[in-house]
């Protein structure tokens, strides 16, 4: 077992956590800013006896991984917004066919070529499915390196669990900054995982079909029945990290990058008297939900920051509409928020809100 | 004394005894079953990885008792690269119609080719979309009537057919480059021949196959089954030579300076 620390950026914690993991395919293609998850793959993967392809696209990257995943092998493919939307695809049809895989995504801006700077603009796309049909994947949000690094391995167990796309939401401040992590080599592939689906040839057994079209009356009613329970037992994935909630009387709503500055933020209003809480989701899909209306139900007041026009606040208000609601501060991507670009809004919120009791 | 009767002619047993949904006079069934006899013939079948792709070619899963992976409209090659690069000891072939091979799939089969993946493409070329209901592909013939291109194909607007066996054979990674058809006995022989070269060269580990197949279409060429044969051996021969445009075994420079070994 390793237990040094080593200096590091997001993106090749990614690329060592995969490579814990026990990742044996990875597919891509070059896009600023997640660049040096190739790059760090390109030779260590292959070191390792695993496949590294550098596709002539994103979608030619994505439909490898497919094919990949169709063997029962741990594979993974990472890109940056515009290459996530070429992905969605094959993303759709690994949904459809029941096909673990775990997609990165380094986001930044949109829309169109947008920019490269952090942008968390692809929450909705990330959360919802992502492309056509009616599906959902995995979606894990780490706002460290070393979370990164541990997601990332968990991600390939949570993707064999439910034989679904995993996607990692990072971005570019995630991606490009540099940490000490301590990589723990995991359980790896376990033993005859995936044996009984992946495709083999079919030697001494029934041929296997991995597929998404169902034609016949009823049929794909039944596949979506299937995909639904699928869902909702991945709903006890749901997870969520609490920084002073207890006694807050707003709680700051936050993921990734923006919810580590927004941690800075409550610190220093705290030492102004300001009882402010951070709730950071760590899976964005399952969205956890209950442990957000569990603090509503105590009275909490919400705001939920995020660098976008605003996306999660629609799953915030969902999450505690029977006791509150939840304002949003935005930031929009082009712009870098520092902590205490923050502070003003939210004293501003608590002030209001005290107004309001005292009138 | 001789035995009073001898089987000369059985079906493969990987091909599934069930009515096909193809048309009458269409020509994938056949192809499907020079598929299912030379897997046979190979000892491939029980390591054998099919990559079905979108198009009236879809339900090959019901008939071949493989298995199999459902690919996107186009990435078949993609996919396929991703199943041989996991799982390099079984057989891997994907099996595509134009529109989804020369169409929307043209980069995932051009840069599977050129790495020189060592898997083995099924392409049937009926110079249109089947599936939809008889559009406009890549391959349609100038002047051919289809539903979106009512007066005809037209270089001046759609270009030229696409010929897929002789742009592939120029690839480095393309081990063997055939266009084949099976509108006769004799076509289909070498059809066969040529669909085992394809499978061989994978097996030998000496990069991509490729068969192009001519195929038969008559519901969307408004033809009966006859017609649509002669249509394969007259017009379609004519713009799409039939024969081996790449061969490890052996390389004939024909007229023109293409390398074509006429079949």
């Known amino acids: 077992m390793r237990t040094d620390r080593i200096l590091v950026k997001g993106n090749e914690a990614i690329a060592m956590g995969a490579m814990d993991a026990g990742c044996e395919c990875y597919f891509a293609y070059p896009i600023t800013p997640q660049s040096d998850i190739p790059e760090y793959l390109s030779t260590a993967l292959v070191q390792a006896g695993g496949e590294f392809i550098q596709a002539e696209s994103e979608i030619a990257a994505a439909n490898m991984l497919l094919g990949a995943a169709a063997c029962g092998k741990r594979a993974m493919t990472s890109s940056s917004s515009p290459g996530i939307s070429l992905k969605q695809e094959a993303i759709s049809y690994m949904a459809g066919s029941d096909l673990p895989a775990v997609i990165v995504n380094i986001s930044r801006g949109g829309p169109g070529l ?8 692809d929450y909705y796309q990330a959360t919802r499915g992502g492309g056509h049909g009616d599906y959902r994947t995995l979606v894990l949000a780490p706002s460290t390196c070393q979370e990164a690094y541990d997601l990332t391995v968990g991600a390939f167990d949570l993707a064999f669990t439910y034989r679904n796309p995993v996607v990692i939401l990072g971005d570019a401040i995630l991606g490009q900054m ?18 009984d689906w992946a495709l083999s040839g079919a030697r001494g057994r029934a041929p296997r079909l991995l597929k998404s079209l169902y034609l016949s009356e009823g049929a794909l009613a039944e596949h979506h029945a299937h995909l639904v329970s699928k869902y909702e037992q991945m709903q006890a994935e749901a997870r969520g990290e609490e920084v002073q909630t207890q006694d807050a009387e707003l709680v700051v709503v936050a993921y990734g990058s923006i919810a580590r500055i927004a941690k800075n933020t409550i610190r220093s209003l705290r ?6 809480g951070l709730f950071r989701p760590i899976t964005l899909y399952p969205f956890p939900a209950p442990a957000l209306a569990d603090l509503a139900s105590q009275g909490k007041r919400f705001v939920t920051i995020e660098h976008n026009t605003g996306q999660m606040v629609d799953d915030v208000r969902l999450a505690v509409r029977r006791f509150a609601d939840s304002e949003l501060l935005s930031v929009y991507p082009g712009r870098l928020p520092n902590p205490e670009d923050f502070e003003h809004p939210i004293r501003q919120l608590m002030q209001n809100e005290q107004q309001t009791e005292e009138a | 004394m001789r035995n009073q009767e001898q089987a000369v002619f059985s079906v493969p047993e990987v091909m599934v005894d069930t009515p096909m949904h193809f048309c009458p006079g269409c020509h ?4 499907h079953r020079l598929v299912g006899e030379c897997l046979s013939e190979l000892g491939l079948v029980d390591s054998t990885i099919c990559v079905g792709s979108v198009g009236c070619s879809v339900f090959i899963y019901n008939y071949l008792r493989l298995d199999a992976v459902e690919a996107p409209h186009g990435r078949a090659a993609a996919v396929a690269t991703g199943v ?6 079984n057989f ?7 529109g989804d091979l020369a169409a929307i799939g043209l980069s995932e089969i051009v840069y599977a080719a050129n790495r020189g993946e060592k898997v083995s493409v099924v392409f049937v070329n009926n110079t249109v979309y089947g599936m939809t209901g008889g559009q406009m592909a890549p391959t349609t013939m100038v002047g051919q009537k289809t539903t979106t291109c009512a007066g005809g194909r037209s270089q001046e607007r759609d270009g030229a057919p696409l010929k897929m066996a002789e742009m592939l054979a120029s690839l480095e990674g393309t081990s063997f480059s055939a266009r084949v058809a099976v509108d006769s006995i004799a076509h289909l022989k ?22 192009e197949f001519l195929s038969a279409c008559p519901t969307n060429w408004h033809m009966n089954p006859l017609e649509a044969n002669a249509r394969i051996s007259g017009e379609l021969s004519a713009y799409f030579p039939l024969g081996v445009y790449k061969d490890p075994g052996q390389a004939v420079e024909a007229s023109g300076g293409e390398t074509c070994i006429r079949m």
């Open chain 2, 84 to 89: 041989k690069r996991a799982r390099p000891e």
């Open chain 1, 178 to 195: 540099k940490e000490p992590i301590r990589t723990w080599r995991s359980r790896g592939r376990p033993e005859g995982e995936a044996e």
């Open chain 2, 190 to 211: 070498k059809a066969k021949k040529a669909l085992k070269k394809a499978f061989e060269v994978q097996i030998q580990g000496l990069g991509l196959g490729f068969v």
């Open chain 1, 114 to 121: 947008g920019s490269i700077d952090p942008s968390q603009g």
């Open chain 1, 271 to 276: 030492t102004e008297g300001y009882r402010v």
């Open chain 2, 92 to 98: 891997v072939f994907t099996y595509q119609g134009d």
């Open chain 2, 28 to 31: 994938h069934g056949t192809i």
